[in-house]
């Protein structure tokens, strides 16, 4: 599937007045994913940021119906609506499920594993801004490896590893797994074309920087959503059936260090804390490459400046 720019702007589904912070990443997600999902789509969001950002009843944010649910159940809200639609003859409707890291990675992931299992026919996305941000930035399992949020202060910043949410799936053996970023809206859009031509779970985790939850100025979203794909921090990859690894694009492999210092959530590392960190995200980029080789055969095959 060949997309273009052009491609990309053709269908606005998110209309102006909505109710984010100024620069927030899960708002740029959300609407490339609809300019690919089209108009036939109903979207369920848990409690979450998006809950706000959509505005107060009666108003309403999206050109598609939006179905507020509680906070542990996006996939299962997501396979109820699909089920309904299904007996309405409905079957070509989008069921699209947007959920935080906390309603993902923590509370929803029961839900979320139960469906994955099932394989039942949903999208889901999770928009990962790496905390629980819309009740203070709490830290949750998506909250990187020495990060600062409310409850893990800089005098004990947070002490472990962020958890590896595409191994969980990849372990379901779904048809369908992406990573992707709101820095990179053409690689976001086909990932999303392509998973709406698949029937079965599909999974798409977005990083979505978020401007007070990482303590960075607003207009930096874009460019630190960036910096994380360059310094293999969230590289772009897909994966079929639960085997098949590809690598969509080989990052420029930029010091971990540009990416953190722009962040005032780190402010308080230290140059060993950094160079831990840089340890760390090479020998995870390095399993990626690994896994590229035994699906792919080579990793010459893998695109470089492609997104320039
Ligand atoms: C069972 C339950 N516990 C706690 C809450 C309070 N709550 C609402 S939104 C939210 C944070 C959501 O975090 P996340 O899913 O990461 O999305 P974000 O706010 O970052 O967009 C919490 C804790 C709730 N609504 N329901
Ligand atoms: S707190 Fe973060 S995720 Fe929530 S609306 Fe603001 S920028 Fe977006």
């Known amino acids: 599937m060949a997309f273009e720019w052009e491609d990309l702007l053709q269908e606005e589904l998110l209309d102006p007045g909505i109710l ?6 899960a708002v740029i997600a959300l609407r490339h994913i609809l300019r690919a999902l089209g108009k036939n789509t109903i979207v369920t969001v848990p409690a979450c940021c998006w809950t706000i950002i959509d505005g107060p009843y ?17 996939a299962a809200a997501a396979c109820g609506i699909r089920a309904g639609m299904n007996a309405r003859g409905k079957e070509d409707v989008n069921v699209l ?13 029961q839900a979320l594993s139960g469906v994955a299992e099932r394989n039942e026919d949903i999208i889901y996305v ?16 998506a909250t990187p490896y020495k990060a600062w949020t409310a409850t893990t202060p800089y005098e004990s910043p947070n002490q472990r590893p962020k958890k ?3 191994e969980i799936m990849k372990a379901h053996k779904i048809p369908y797994i992406a990573t992707a970023s709101i820095a990179f809206p053409l690689d976001l859009y086909k990932k999303v074309k392509k998973a709406k031509e698949i029937r079965g779970t599909r999974f798409i985790h977005v990083l979505c920087p978020c401007p007070p939850g990482w303590r960075m100025d607003s207009e930096l979203t874009v460019k630190i959503a960036r910096l994380a794909v360059e310094a293999k921090v969230f590289p772009l990859y897909e994966i079929e059936d639960g085997e098949f690894l590809r690598i969509n694009y080989m990052p420029k492999g930029l010091p971990v260090k540009d990416y ?4 005032g959530r780190f402010k308080h590392l ?20 690994e896994e590229h080789r035994r699906s792919n055969g080579t990793i010459d095959n893998i695109e470089r400046g492609l997104y320039k």
């Open 20 to 25: 984010s912070c100024q620069g927030c990443g």
């Open 58 to 74: 009666p108003y309403h944010s999206l050109r598609v119906p939006l179905f507020h649910t509680a906070f542990e159940t996006a």
């Open 97 to 109: 499920a947007f959920a935080g890291d906390g309603g993902t990675f923590d509370i929803g992931l």
């Open 126 to 141: 999770c928009y990962d801004n790496e905390a629980y941000m819309n009740t203070g930035i709490q830290r949750s399992g």
């Open 164 to 166: 590896n949410i595409v």
């Open 260 to 263: 953190l210092i722009l962040q």
């Open 270 to 289: 230290t140059e060993n804390d950094i160079n831990e960190i840089q340890k760390m995200v090479d020998y995870n980029f390095d399993k990626l490459l």
